[in-house]
């Protein structure tokens, strides 16, 4: 792949959702983009069922439209080779398979250097299950082709951002999740994000129990595992009281906040950014993987009424983090 043209795949999830929707009202208010060529994985059906979503993709790129993740690949390197790559072109996939095996497919390319980025819109668990697979979510199909890899949710707003350390896990269960091991990995993505969005700001640890324990009052999980941790990682903070942690004048202190546990982390953040605004990126993967922060929405399909931040979003930051990793 040649270094200056990025490739950039994008899911565009249950084919009864709203994925498309946003998906194409996003890419007409991005345009097309210098050094970025991108592979949209849709549902044969698609064009019929959403004609009018197409139109708006088609006001601002050229639009080739191929059965297979081969066969556009094959026509995308030999206008590369030709020097004939136009950013306006948009390869478009029509297939005939579960969406779920566009995520795999995605992910595989991915995984191989083919494509250098993955933007998903939502999927239901329920599709993938319908599909044969085991996997929960994204992040089964990510841990399944890439074993050994620790990864964890974080959450990218315009307000602050946060990454959860321990993500589907019964609230009884959290503590003994979060490992020795698992935290330490944890540090460690909470960092590469830190260097990702270039802040000196240290990242704001969460402690597990109320008041951050309150010296072992309340719980001794920060004094016994956290604060020795701590010592060891100059990017974090001591462990936060977390019912204190998120109000708005300590937004700006921290470059991300590190939560213990899913909700701890996720009420805030979408308490405070909503349904259409941040962005949910994977941290520990090889690629760059970007996703919008809502659900399928089936329940408006078709009806015009989705609203396109997050995916726009989505794809933006997923094109800023790519120049970056160039320069």
Known sequence: MNKTISAVAITTGDP???GFEVTAKALAQIGPQKNATFFLFRDEHQEKKQKRYFQLIDQKFSRLTFKSAKAALAFFYILKNGNALDSRFLFDLELSTNAAEWIIEATKLCRDKVFNSLVTAPISKTLIKDA???YVGHTGIFRHYFPGYPMFMGFIGEKFNVIIASDHVALKDVEKDLSTKKLTASFLAAKKLQDLLSSGKPVGLLGLNPHAGEKGVVGSFEQKVLLPLVKKYKHLSQPLSPDAAFFPNQWSKYSTYLALYHDQGLIPFKMI???DSGVHITLGLPFLRT???HG???DIF???KANANSMREAIELNLQLLRKRRT
Request: aromatic share 6%; hydrophobic share 15%.
């Open 16 to 18: 009864d959702g709203i």
């Open 132 to 134: 044969g697979y085991k």
């Open 273 to 275: 950014h909503g349904q």
């Open 291 to 293: 996703s919008v922060d």
């Open 296 to 298: 399928t929405a089936k």
């Open 302 to 304: 078709n009806k015009n």
